[in-house]
């Protein structure tokens, strides 16, 4: 995810915070926390959504157009495919202004679909990269739970990244849910031409 999987855009932000923890309640639906140990960065999501689960794995898996809807994204694309293995190439900008600053990532990604995507760093402008995503049905929305470690090689000041991290967190986590939402409203109208 991450940035669920685009996440290592977040989590190159995520690792450079420098407050032990950070729990960051919103009316936009998603509960985020931060723990930091150390170097390394933990990340959890938590959100419910109005979908099938089979919608929201459309959106979560859909890397070769992640940049179509994820904002901070310049370019993603599947790059290798090997024994239920694939690896996916991803390129783009994290920060606002003069924080801002180029991200890229090779990453393998398991699946097992309608369940879990798992997302490990091969290379990039990150030290470390592991991620979960996680989907279930509940009450005929589906739940989605996102934890990552990560240690970045990037710095930001303390006081501003912690607020940069929660933003960038909550946008790519709010573009995505809008994407489920989009394209399930545009099969909505498809079946009833």
Known sequence: ??????????????????????????????????????????????????????EVWAVLTDFERMPDFISNLTSSKIIARNSGIITVEQKGKAGAGPLSFSMDSVREIQMKPYEWIRSHLVSGS????????????????????YHSDAVSAV??????????????AREQFTQLMQEVQRRKQLAVVANNR
Not at 5 to 11: E, M, R
Not at 23 to 40: H, S, T, Y
Not at 126 to 145: N, Q, Y
């Open 1 to 54: 995810m991450l940035r669920l999987l685009y996440a290592p855009l977040l989590s190159a932000l995520l690792a450079i915070a420098a407050a032990p923890s950070f729990a960051a309640p919103n009316d936009d639906g998603l509960d985020l926390k931060l723990n930091i140990d150390g170097d390394e960065v933990h990340l959890d999501i938590s959100y419910l959504i109005d979908a099938k689960p089979r």
């Open 126 to 145: 990150m030290k470390k990269f592991d991620g979960i995503t996680r989907i279930s049905e509940e009450g005929g929305k589906t739940r989605v739970v």
């Open 155 to 168: 710095w930001i000041p303390p006081i501003v990244g912690r607020s940069l991290i929660e933003s960038e």
